[in-house]
Each structure stands twice: as C-alpha cells, then as structure tokens.
C-alpha cells in the first residue's frame, strides 16, 4: 500500500487554520495525514466515507489552538460542525461529532450505524502511541508512514501541553480520554 503524503481535499480544509496553529502546523497537518493512511490501511472507504473520515481528521484535535486548551473536544467539534454547516454538509454533524467526541476513548466503540467511528479511534491510536499500538496495522507500514510524514514536533508539543494541563489540574490531567 501507498502512502498518501498529500491529500488535497485535507489541505484545502487545513489552509485557513495555517495561522492559528502557527509553528504546530505541520506537525498537526502530518499527524492527521499520517492517522488517515492508518484509516485507509485498515478498511477501504467508498468517497463518501473518504471525505468523512477527511473532514473529522482536519477538525478532531483543532480545538487545541482554536481555544487554546487540552479540553479539545467539544470545541474540535464546534469547528467540524461550523464548516459542515458552511459546506451544505449538515447532515453528516451527528456522525462526525461522535468520530471526533469518541477519536480518544480507551474501550472500542461499537456503533452499528456509524462504523467509521472505531476505525477512527483505532487509527489515531496508532499515531498517538507513535506506533506501539498497531491496531492490526503492521509494522513496516507504521515505519514507512511515519518516514514519509515527519512527527515535526507534534508529540513534543502534546507533551508540552500535558504537562502545562497537569500542573494547573493535576485532579484532571486528560479532559480528553474517555472509558
């Protein structure tokens, strides 16, 4: 299988969000190209399902510059709903709200009318755990995902920003993680 290292329907979402995320942007622009080559390798998305997974990977950890804060989600969908809603999209808002609200629990989601969630988690999960969760993804394709698209800093900053979380509220240090 192929890596994608460019997928231009990505970039186009991406392109507007270039200034807020700043100096973190190709590190976050990698990371969702590098967790949507792990959706693609573990199922094979018809185009519906494709822009689906797309959209939910641009917007699911935005809320990280667009409010500045690691309680990301419900503003990461806030953003995915918005542009849903700009692009006459509306009617994908509930299942692209739970890829996102759900892209970080820890136990396998099973939604029989929204399949794409799991594959969503498992897939972030591959490149959250820089690998070490494989998710059934083997481990050379991890290896020559991650050659072709650079980290650039991404997991360096997450820990940055845990670490400021864990300070400020060392009672709650992972908003985002679900059971």
Partial sequence: MNVETSIPFLEEIL???????GADFLGYRNHVTRMLNFCFYLATPNEEERKKLIISAAFHDIGIWSKGTTDYLAPSVEQAISYLNENNLSSWSEEISLIIDEHHKIRAVNHT?????ELFRRADLVD????FAKNSVEKSFIRKVKKELPNA???KRLMQLTWQRV???PLSPFPMIKW
């Fill in 15 to 21: 392109a507007p969000w270039q200034e807020t995320i």
């Fill in 113 to 117: 009318k929204f399949p794409l969630i």
């Fill in 128 to 131: 959250f755990s820089l690998g």
């Fill in 153 to 155: 800093g991404f997991h």
């Fill in 167 to 169: 300070k400020k509220h």
